[in-house]
């Protein structure tokens, strides 16, 4: 069985761009999570989606935005890209949200110059 | 708000030596994740508490969950170099949410 893959590995923007990252869970899992992890900040709770509705929002600005297919990959999108959005970016798949275990990508590293 | 802490940040041991991380929730949890990162790669899942006052072991490690459902704690019995990560906790709040607080996390170096 496939693991969650995520889309590209790494990335480099510059300020003022706009980026898209992609996110395929796990066969059959209906849930997907999107985090940002920084060294001083931990993983920071971005949104959660289940079925192609956000059920959880974490608190980030709306230049962080997401969506969920029909599939139940997913993407999310980061426009107006500001120096301290540079992190990591990680992925997190469940079969149901709530009380399941997450599965994670391997993340995709975003440097914004 | 929602916030889990995770002390300690950092931890150094000598091979054999024992480490312990707590985690601490101002508010109960529903349940609590402990999920380890080896460098370089993404959180894997460990072990998932639910029931206050629970104890679960994996071989060297001992998972607490306390009375109250409020903190946590991991415990390795004496440390291996495969140990060397970082351990975090995530916490599920019982407000119906469906998403894990994670803790800050502990980077754990274990010295040959």
């Known amino acids: 069985k496939a693991g969650v893959t995520q889309t590209p590995r790494y990335l480099i923007k510059t300020r003022g761009q706009q980026v898209t990252l992609s996110c395929s869970p796990i066969s059959g899992h209906r849930s997907v999570s999107w985090y940002q992890q920084t060294p001083g900040q931990g993983l920071q709770f971005l949104f959660e989606y289940f079925s192609e509705t956000q059920r959880n929002k974490g608190n980030f600005p709306g230049r962080f935005s997401g969506r969920q297919f029909s599939n139940s990959r997913s993407e999310m999108n980061v426009s107006t890209l500001e120096l301290g959005d540079s992190a990591l970016y990680l992925c997190?798949?469940?079969?149901?949200?709530?009380?399941?275990?997450?599965?994670f990508g391997s993340g995709t590293q975003l440097s914004v110059l | 708000g929602q916030q889990v802490m995770q002390i300690p940040q950092y931890q150094h041991v000598q091979e054999g030596e024992d480490f312990t991380t707590y985690c601490n929730s101002s508010?109960?949890?529903?349940?609590i994740q402990w999920y380890k990162q080896r460098p370089g790669g993404h959180p894997v899942f460990l072990i998932q508490l639910v029931k206050s006052g629970e104890v679960k072991k994996q071989k060297r490690l001992t998972f607490q969950f306390g009375e109250a459902k409020k903190n946590s704690s991991l415990h390795i019995t004496a440390t291996q170099t495969t140990d060397v990560g970082t351990y975090f906790c995530a916490g599920r709040f019982t407000s119906g949410t469906y998403k894990y607080i994670f803790g800050t996390g502990t980077r754990l170096k274990v010295l040959a």
């Open positions: 508010t109960t949890l529903s349940n």
């Open positions: 997190a798949s469940s079969l149901v949200a709530g009380s399941e275990k997450l599965f």
